[in-house]
C-alpha cells in the first residue's frame, strides 16, 4: 500500500494541497478498497468484486496520474515522484527503524527473564548463606534446637517405623524382661533380709564380744585387786615372820653377848631349808620391790657354799634364779624379761664379769662365784620386768661380801693387806649407808664405795634387804665370828619389816622402757563413764552404744532425676501429663495411660514405677482441651529405673554408726540425717595442768628477773590436751616448795579432773618434790624412763573416793622433753579415757635423709619433719624423714613444724645385762 506524508515543511503552494487531498482521496480509496476486499472475503461467492475493484483501481491511478499531469504540470510531477520516492524511503527507513525497535524490545524482554531468573537465584543464594550464618554464628543454639527437635522428630519418626517393625517382638521381650525383673526383685529381697539377718548377727556378736570384752576387764581388775591382796598378805606374812629371834653368843671371857636376828639357823641346815627363808623375798622381786640378799661371813665359814652351792646341791644364786624363771613361766613366759648381770667389785674397782646368756647363765654364775677370789665383792643381778608394766622394772642383787678381815691377827703385808684393806673400807661405807638408812638420815653416803654406788637402788625405799651371816663354828674364829655378827647385827637394824620407804627421789625407782611406760599408764586408765549427748556437740567423741537408723532413708520412693513418672511397661509414645510430683510432696496416683512430671527426690506416684529423664522426653505443649502432652522418647530398662527404692540408702534398724565409732563432719550428717540427735558416747576428760619452778614466771611478765624462764609449758600442753579432745583446767603455776605443789594438787582434785600434768620438779634435784609428793598421796608406777628426751617422766595414781583414781603424770620441766612425753605417754591414756579401742601412736618407716648419732643409753625420739618423696629409680613413694636441727631438750624449735618422732634405737644395752627370756 502506498502511503506518503509531505511534511508542512515540503508544501508548496495549491498544487501541493491538492496532492494532499489527493493523497487523502487515496487513502479513502484504499479504505474502501480494503471494506470491499473484506466484503468480497465475506460474500466469496461474489467473485467479480474482486476484478470490478482492480478495474477501478487501475482507473483511478489513471485518473490520479492524469489529474496530477493535469493540475501540476510535468515539473510537478516529477518533483511530486521525486517527493513520494523520498517519502517511500522514510517510510522504509521508518519501517527499518521500528524492525529494529521490535527486535530490541525483544531482546529487552528476554534479558528481563533472564535477570528475573537470576535475582532468583541470588535471593535463593543469599537465603541459603544466611541460613549457614545463622548455623555458624551467634544463633548456633537455636540452630542447634533445631537440629535437635528435627533429629528428635527423625527419631521419633524412625522409632514409629522400628515400632511397627519391633511389635510383637518387643512384647515378647518385655515379657522376659518383666519376668527376669521378678526373679531380681526377689533375690533382692531374699539378698535385703540375708544383710538384715548378718546385720543380727554382727550385732548379737558385737554384743557377746563386748561382754567378753567387759568380762576380761572384770577379771583383770579381779586379778589386779587379787594380786593387791596376795601382796598385801605377802607383806603381812614377811612382817610376822619379822618376829626377832635372839641368837646368844658365848664369848670367851663368858660373858654372854646378845644379838638379835630374824632367823637363826644351825649348822645342819641345807641349802633348800635356808632357801625358803629367802624365797619370800624373790616373790617380793616379782611384785616389783628391789631386794638385796648379802652373804657374809670370814672366809671358810660356808658364805661361799651357800651363795653359789655346787652343781648337785646348789646355793642361793641358783635357787633364787630358778624361783623368778619359774614365777615368769606361771605368769606367762613372753610378759616378763629377766636380765641377768654379774659384777666383781675388787679392791672398790668393778671386775666385769659378764655371764653368758639364758639359765645356763646361773651355772656360770655359780662358776664365777666360786673362782672369784675371796677378797672381791661379787655382785649377782637379775633385773625382771614387770609384766603388767604396773611396778617397772625390778632387781634382785645377790651380794657375796669379801669377808672382813683382821688384818692385825691376820698378819698379811703387802698387796694382801692392801687388799684386806680395800674390803674393809668398802665394808664399812656398806655399814654407814646402812645405818644411815636405819636412823633416816638426811644423807646416804651411797657415793663412799663402789658397792653401795652399784646397790643404791636396792637399798631405799620400798626395797627389801635380807644378810645371811654365816659363822665358823670352830672356837678359833670366835672373834671373827663376834665381828661377823655385830655387822649383821646392824644391817638387821635396817631389814626389819618396820623400815619406812626412804625418800630419795628418782634414785628410788628403775628405768622402764617406753613401751612399759605406755603399757603402764594404759593398764591404769579407763574409759570415762559414758554420757548421752546432743548430736550438735557430738563432734569428735566416741559412742558408747550402736546407733540403730530409726527410719529407712529414704523413707519413700523417690526419683533420682527430673523428668517423668512413668510405667516401665508403657514404653514410648505421646502422654498426657496428668500433675506433677515434686519433692516435700505428698505422693499421688498415676491414671493408667498417664505421666506425672517429677523432680529429683519427688515421691513416685502410685502406680509409677520408673523415671525417664527429661532429655529423653519431648515437650508437645497441650492440646485442643488444654491437655499438657509429652512424648517420651525412649524404652526405660525396667521398673525401678532412676528410683531410690525405699531403705535403698539405709535400712531400717540397721546399724548406722557401731559403738567405739570417731564422730568426725559425716557421722554427725549420719546421726542428723537419721534423727539420732542423742547419742551416748565417752566424755571428754578433764586435764589439770600445772607449771611447778621458782624460775618459771607468767609469759605475760614484762621483764623477766635474773634466772627467770617464760612459763612455755603451762599454754603448750593445754593446747596439745585442747586437741587431744579433752578440756583443760589451768592449774597456773607452783613455787618450788611441797606447799604450794600440794595446794595445786588439792585444786585439781576439788575440780574434778580425771588426769593431771605437771611440769617441772621431777628429776634428781634437791627441789624435785613431785616424786616424794605423788608417793604421799597415791602409788607412784614409774618414775624413770629409758627415752631421750623425758628421763624423768613418772606417773602415778591417786585414789579418791567413788571415782576412778587421779591419773597424774610428772613431766620433765624442759619443754621438748614435756611435749614428747606428752605425746607418748599421755596422750594414749586421753584416747583410751574417750574411749578409743586402739589408743596407740601409729609407727611408719622413714628414710633418714640425715646422718644420726645413736645414744649410747636411751633410745632417742628425734623431731623430724616427715614428706613423701618419689623413690630413686621407681614407681614407689616413701616417706623421708629430716632432721628440725639441735636436739636439746630446752630447743623448742626442734619441735617446729615437727611431725614425726623418729625412734633411733639405742647403741647397745647397757654393760653387764644380757636379755634373756623366760
Ligand atoms: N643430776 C641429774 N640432773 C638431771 C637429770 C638427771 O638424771 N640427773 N635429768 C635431766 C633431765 S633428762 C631432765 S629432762 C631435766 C628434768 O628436770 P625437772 O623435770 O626436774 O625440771 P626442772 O629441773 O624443774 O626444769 C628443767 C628445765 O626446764 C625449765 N622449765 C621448767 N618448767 C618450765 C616451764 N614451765 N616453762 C619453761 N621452762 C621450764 C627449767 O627452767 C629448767 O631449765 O632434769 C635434768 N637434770
Ligand atoms: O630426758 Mo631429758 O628430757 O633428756 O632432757
Known amino acids: 500500500m502506498a502511503s506518503g506524508t509531505i511534511g508542512p515543511d515540503e508544501a508548496k503552494g495549491p498544487g501541493h494541497a491538492l496532492v494532499l487531498r489527493l493523497v487523502d482521496r487515496i487513502r479513502q480509496l484504499e479504505h474502501q478498497i480494503y471494506s470491499n476486499e473484506l466484503d468480497s472475503r465475506a460474500s466469496s461467492s461474489d467473485t467479480d ?23 501540476l504540470g510535468e515539473e510537478e510531477v516529477a518533483q511530486a515522484n521525486q517527493d513520494a520516492a523520498r517519502i517511500r524511503e522514510a517510510e522504509e527507513a521508518c519501517a527499518d527503524l521500528q524492525a529494529r525497535l521490535d527486535a530490541a524490545r525483544t531482546q529487552v524482554q528476554k534479558d528481563a527473564v533472564h535477570i528475573m531468573h537470576l535475582t532468583r537465584q541470588l535471593d ?12 555458624a554464628g551467634s544463633s548456633m543454639e537455636a540452630a542447634l534446637m533445631d537440629a535437635r527437635r528435627a533429629a528428635h522428630e527423625e527419631a521419633a519418626t524412625a522409632l514409629g517405623r522400628a515400632e511397627a517393625r519391633a511389635g510383637e517382638e518387643l512384647a515378647a521381650a518385655a515379657a522376659a524382661a518383666q519376668e ?73 671371857d663368858r660373858r654372854t653377848q646378845e644379838f638379835e636376828f630374824g632367823t637363826v639357823a644351825d649348822a645342819g641346815v641345807s641349802q633348800a631349808e635356808l632357801f625358803e627363808e629367802v624365797a619370800p623375798l624373790v616373790r617380793s622381786v616379782a611384785d616389783g620391790h628391789n631386794v638385796c640378799i648379802f652373804a657374809y661371813g670370814q672366809t671358810g665359814s660356808g658364805k661361799t657354799h651357800t651363795v653359789t652351792g655346787p652343781a648337785h646341791d646348789p646355793g642361793l644364786a641358783a635357787r633364787a634364779a630358778d624361783a623368778l624363771c619359774a614365777l615368769a613361766s606361771a605368769e606367762g613366759a613372753e610378759r616378763r624379761a629377766l636380765e641377768v648381770g654379774m659384777l666383781e667389785v675388787y679392791g672398790d674397782v668393778d671386775v666385769l664379769a659378764l655371764l653368758r646368756e639364758g639359765c645356763a647363765a646361773r651355772a656360770t654364775a655359780g662358776t664365777a662365784l666360786n673362782a672369784a677370789s675371796s677378797r672381791s665383792h661379787a655382785v649377782l643381778s637379775i633385773r625382771a620386768s614387770d609384766p603388767d608394766g604396773l611396778a617397772g622394772a625390778s632387781v634382785l642383787h645377790l651380794v657375796d661380801l669379801a ?57 631405799c625405799g620400798s626395797s627389801k634387804v635380807l644378810l645371811v651371816c654365816c659363822l665358823d663354828p670352830d672356837p678359833a674364829s670366835a672373834p671373827e665370828s663376834l665381828s661377823s655378827l655385830a655387822f649383821a647385827a646392824r644391817a638387821a637394824r635396817l631389814a ?110 502410685e502406680g509409677a514405677d520408673a523415671v525417664v529423664q527429661i532429655e529423653d522426653t519431648l515437650d508437645q505443649g497441650a492440646d485442643d482441651r488444654g491437655q499438657r502432652l509429652v ?26 554408726l557401731p ?71 589451768d592449774l597456773g603455776i607452783a613455787g618450788d ?76 620441766g624442759n619443754p621438748v622433753s614435756g611435749l614428747v612425753t606428752f605425746n607418748l605417754v599421755v596422750l594414749p591414756c586421753l584416747r583410751r579415757l574417750q574411749g578409743w579401742g586402739d589408743p596407740g601412736l601409729r609407727r611408719v618407716h622413714a628414710r633418714l635423709s640425715f646422718d644420726i648419732k645413736q645414744d649410747p643409753a636411751r633410745p632417742e625420739y628425734h623431731r623430724a619433719i616427715g614428706s613423701w618423696r618419689r623413690m630413686a629409680g621407681g614407681d614407689g613413694w616413701e616417706l623421708v624423714a629430716q632432721s628440725t636441727g639441735g636436739q636439746i631438750s630446752s630447743r623448742l624449735l626442734s619441735l617446729r613444724a615437727a611431725n614425726l618422732l623418729l625412734e633411733i634405737p639405742r647403741v647397745s644395752h647397757s654393760p653387764g645385762y644380757n636379755e634373756l627370756s623366760a
Do not use: W
Open 631 to 656: 512424648k517420651i522418647l525412649v524404652e526405660v530398662p525396667g521398673p525401678g529405673y532412676d528410683v531410690r527404692q525405699i531403705g535403698s540408702d539405709v535400712a531400717q534398724g540397721e546399724v548406722i
Open 403 to 459: 669377808g672382813s678381815e683382821r688384818v692385825a691377827r691376820s698378819e698379811v703385808t703387802g698387796q694382801q693387806l692392801r687388799e684386806a684393806q680395800a674390803i674393809n673400807k668398802s665394808l664399812s661405807a656398806l655399814g654407814d649407808v646402812m645405818a644411815a638408812l636405819a636412823t633416816r638420815a638426811p644423807h646416804v653416803p651411797f657415793r663412799n664405795s663402789r658397792l653401795t654406788q652399784v646397790l643404791q637402788d636396792s637399798l
Open 737 to 812: 616448795t611441797e606447799e604450794e605443789s600440794t595446794a595445786a594438787f588439792r585444786r585439781a582434785l576439788d575440780g574434778g579432773a580425771d588426769v593431771m600434768l605437771i611440769t617441772g620438779g621431777v628429776s634428781m634435784g634437791q627441789r624435785d618434790y613431785i616424786k616424794p609428793l605423788l608417793e604421799a598421796q597415791g602409788t607412784v608406777h614409774f618414775g624413770k624412763v629409758c627415752m631421750k628426751p623425758g628421763k624423768p617422766l613418772t606417773f602415778a595414781e591417786v585414789p579418791r573416793e567413788g571415782r576412778a583414781p587421779l591419773l597424774v603424770f610428772g613431766l620433765p
Open 124 to 135: 535463593a543464594e543469599r537465603q541459603n548463606a544466611a541460613a549457614e550464618r545463622m548455623l
Open 659 to 729: 559403738a567405739g565409732h570417731h564422730l568426725l563432719p559425716a557421722e554427725i550428717g549420719i546421726l542428723a540425717g537419721s534423727g539420732a540427735v542423742t547419742v551416748k558416747a565417752y566424755p571428754r576428760p578433764r586435764v589439770a595442768v600445772l607449771s611447778t619452778g621458782d624460775e618459771v614466771k607468767d609469759p605475760a611478765a614484762v621483764a623477766l628477773g635474773p634466772g627467770q624462764v617464760r612459763d612455755t609449758n603451762r599454754a603448750m600442753l593445754m593446747a596439745a590436751v585442747s586437741e587431744a579432745g579433752a578440756l583443760t583446767q
Open 49 to 71: 468484486a474482486t476484478s470490478r475493484l482492480g478495474h477501478l483501481m487501475k482507473r483511478a491511478q489513471a485518473g490520479l496520474d492524469s489529474g496530477l499531469a493535469y493540475i
Open 180 to 252: 527376669a525383673l521378678r526373679a531380681a526383685a526377689a533375690e533382692v529381697d531374699l539378698l535385703r533380709s540375708g544383710r538384715a539377718a548378718l546385720a543380727q548377727e554382727l550385732n548379737e556378736t558385737r554384743v557377746r564380744l563386748e561382754r567378753a570384752l567387759a568380762a576380761a576387764d572384770d577379771f583383770h581388775a579381779r586379778f589386779l585387786q587379787e594380786r593387791a591382796e596376795r601382796r598385801k598378805v605377802h607383806e603381812e606374812l614377811q612382817s610376822l615372820r619379822g618376829n626377832i629371834r635372839t641368837l646368844r653368843v658365848r664369848c670367851g
Open 496 to 605: 626389819l619389816p618396820t623400815m619406812e620407804p626412804v625418800r630419795t627421789p628418782a634414785a628410788n625407782y628403775s628405768m622402764v622402757s617406753v613401751a612399759e611406760a605406755v603399757e603402764t599408764a594404759l593398764g591404769a586408765t579407763r574409759p570415762l563413764p559414758p554420757q548421752d549427748f546432743s548430736y550438735i556437740d557430738a563432734l569428735g567423741l566416741t559412742l558408747a552404744e550402736d546407733v540403730l537408723a530409726r527410719d529407712p532413708i529414704p523413707a519413700y520412693r523417690a526419683s533420682i532425676k527430673d523428668g517423668y513418672a512413668v510405667r516401665a511397661v508403657d514404653g514410648p509414645g505421646v502422654y498426657p501429663v496428668a500433675f506433677e510430683a515434686f519433692a516435700g510432696a505428698e505422693p499421688e496416683t498415676l491414671p493408667p495411660g498417664t505421666v506425672a512430671y517429677i523432680g529429683t527426690g519427688g515421691p513416685l506416684p
